[in-house]
């Protein structure tokens, strides 16, 4: 055979009278060294299935933004969406929508606290987000970028450039956010009153209620604001 005598050949170019023959084929050699080589990326898609969630908290880890703050704040802002479906009768892409804006809505402090709202709309779309398509990404940006200061105007040439389906998305979505990032004020040495903050609408004239347990000797209390 051939292969038989290139192998006979070798041995004695090498010198050896002896060969051990591997039980593993190529492909078996290229599949472990593919999973050496890509052992974080494998493992991050094991903990998040969904392309897109992970993708944007793949965005989040980058630019540093504080993990645990952004998570609640999303908890805290899909509750909100689901408990006012009946008002403005979203599903469940605006939904992620809220959701990713939520999770990425501090990635601007990577540039400079003053006005990392406005910040984090550039790098959300300047990061190519995969799995979103270009209007996804900017109603993404503009409502993460509308959770502080001013409110959605037709003067901001980002909002303005929006279809009027998606200015009024960006209006609902970002307002939902705002409102769920109050807890934002619970960061740093009040972290463990942030995470056991809950949300819940409490009446039918949309008062929003904030209870917060009981930490670090803090007596419990509700902060309420009408919408």
Not at 49 to 55: A, K, Q, T
Not at 76 to 87: E, G, H, K, S, W
Not at 104 to 122: F, M, P, S, T, W
Request: with cysteine.
């Amino acid at each position: 055979f051939p292969a038989t005598v290139v192998l006979r050949r070798l041995m004695e170019l090498s010198g050896r009278d002896e060969l051990i023959l591997c039980d593993k084929a190529i492909r078996e050699g290229i599949i472990y060294d593919f999973i050496q080589r890509h052992r974080e990326r494998l493992k991050a898609e094991a903990e998040i299935p969904d392309l897109r969630r992970r993708n944007v908290i793949a965005l989040a880890r980058r630019c540093h933004a504080p993990e645990t703050h952004s998570l609640h704040v999303a908890s805290l802002a899909l509750r909100l969406f689901d408990q006012t479906v009946r008002l403005h009768h979203l599903g469940p892409t605006e939904r992620n929508w809220l959701e990713y804006a939520a999770i990425l809505h501090d990635v601007g402090y990577l540039i400079n606290e003053r006005q990392h709202h406005k910040h984090a709309y550039y790098l959300i779309t300047n990061s190519g987000l995969g799995g979103l398509s270009g209007e996804e990404i900017q109603v993404v940006a503009n409502v993460a970028r509308y959770h502080r200061r001013a409110v959605p105007q037709l003067k901001h040439e980002e909002f303005d450039a929006l279809s009027p389906k998606y200015k009024r998305i960006v209006r609902i979505l970002s307002a939902l956010l705002r409102i769920a990032a109050i807890s934002g004020a619970c960061t740093g040495g009040g972290a463990g009153i942030a995470s056991c903050c809950d949300m819940r609408i409490a009446t039918r004239d949309m008062k929003f209620g904030f209870p917060i347990a009981r930490t670090l000797g803090t007596a419990a209390e509700t902060i309420c604001a009408r919408s």
